[in-house]
């Protein structure tokens, strides 16, 4: 008898045992999954120092701190700003100047194959953000207490507040999207504001062609990712200040800039195969990336304001003649050609065009034009023209129609004083 209850004792004892363990009697799921749970739900705080935690699709990231630059295969400015928890997944790449800040209790998730260009900004106040995979934020996007889902692109200087966007979408350059839900393969045209979630509802979808642009746009960055790790082993100041290129498929050589005797402020980035001309100045934290299209040429005396980008699609490049100036937070995008005495505002973009001598364009303006398969570019501004503060121009109908009514104005002055 005393021997069977203790039988009976050590059998009871071991069952609590086994359950205790995660054995076949445990109810919380199979052996390991718990602990995948709690891994994914990890604060950054607790998995600083280059340690992994489940992002919000379940893919492995690892936390992003200040003064690390490669985590894996990604590579993240050294001159980024960073604030809070921030994470990163696989073959990303962040460049210069770009801002990522997480308040306390949020946190922002950048994924895998993902690109954040120079001067954006992406912030987590009120919710967490999160940018997907194989997704694309141009220079000087900004993305605030959003979801933004894979193969996704917003464009120079769009911003998107409290929104969900979908797989797949295209923001382009100037436009708002703010507390809706963007499709899947949305459109969202230069300059546009949605808004309303009957706006975001309408939008077209994107175009094959526009899938093509933004697969060689992940396909640049990617091997940026690689090359810039490998300038940043060969020494970190290589990655910082005026310094050469990285070696990719599409600049197989490294280029020194040229910048002979111009001032350039804090936290600049000069890149590659860039001739600026003397008595030119660069405001803080300006980036002039001749990285992928090159050559970058401005001419002299350019005043140059903080938080300015320079860049050029793969295969174009940015001409510039001489006594340009350009206000804060702007957007030089090649294929560009500008002539003499260009003054652009704060906040504006100006890509794809052929800009003629004694420019003006104001602030907040987008000017996005089209190339023909050959390259040629489609839209001209004309000598002496002024493009108004706020304008969108996307073709020389749009721009025509302005100049027009500059003129119309004009005469309605001269009527007046008469």
Do not use: W
């Not at 891994?39 to 893919?59: D, L, P, V």
């Not at 630059?69 to 997944?89: A, M, R």
């Not at 990522?100 to 950048?110: E, F, H, M, S, T």
């Not at 040429?297 to 510039?320: P, S």
């Amino acid at each position: 008898m005393v021997s069977r209850l203790l039988s009976v004792f050590l059998a009871t004892i071991a069952a609590l045992i086994v359950a205790r363990c995660g054995g076949s009697e445990d109810k919380g799921g199979a052996p390991g999954e718990r602990e995948d749970k709690e891994s994914g739900s990890e604060s950054a705080s607790e998995a600083k120092g280059g340690e992994t935690t489940g992002g919000a699709e379940g893919g492995q990231l690892t936390a992003v701190i200040p003064g690390e630059t490669v985590y894996g295969t990604s590579y993240v400015s050294p001159l980024g700003e960073l604030f809070g928890d921030v994470y990163i997944g696989e073959r990303s790449f962040v460049a210069g100047n770009t801002v990522l800040r997480a308040a306390p209790d949020q946190r922002l998730d950048i994924g895998s194959e993902t690109n954040a260009q120079d001067n954006i900004i992406v912030r987590s106040l009120e919710n967490s953000s999160t940018i997907g995979n194989e997704t694309s934020l141009a220079h000087h996007a900004i993305v605030r207490d959003s979801m933004v889902g894979d193969f996704a692109f917003l464009g120079f200087d769009a911003e998107i507040i409290d929104s969900t966007i979908e797989d797949g979408a295209l923001i382009s350059a100037g436009a708002l999207v703010e507390n809706v839900t963007l499709p899947e393969d949305a459109l969202v045209s230069p300059g546009a504001r949605i808004t309303t979630q009957e706006q975001a509802d309408a939008l077209e979808k994107v175009t094959e062609a526009d899938d093509e642009f933004k697969r060689e746009v992940l396909d640049v960055n990617a091997e940026f990712a690689e090359g810039y790790i490998t300038l940043y082993e060969e020494g970190y100041e290589n990655v910082v200040g005026v310094g050469p290129n990285p070696v990719t498929s599409f600049n197989t050589e490294r280029v020194e800039p040229q910048i002979n005797d111009a001032e350039v402020g804090e936290f600049v980035r000069i890149v590659g195969d860039v001739r600026l001309g003397s008595g030119s100045k660069v405001g803080e934290r300006a980036v002039i990336r001749a990285d992928e299209g090159s050559p970058i040429t401005i001419g002299e005396d350019a005043e140059i304001e903080e938080r300015v980008t320079f860049h050029a699609l793969k295969d174009t490049n940015i001409e510039v003649g001489d006594n340009l100036t350009v206000g804060d937070d702007s957007v030089i995008h090649g294929p560009v050609e500008i002539g003499d005495n260009l003054t652009v505002g704060d906040d504006s973009v100006v890509f794809r065009v052929r800009v003629g001598n004694d420019v003006v364009i104001g602030d907040d303006v987008t000017v996005q034009g089209t190339a023909s398969e050959d390259g040629e570019l489609e839209l001209e501004i004309p000598d002496g023209a002024n493009i108004p503060d706020g304008a969108v121009v996307t073709n020389q109908e749009e721009l025509d129609a302005i100049i027009e009514q500059q003129g119309q104005g004009k005469e309605k002055e001269k009527g007046k004083e008469k």
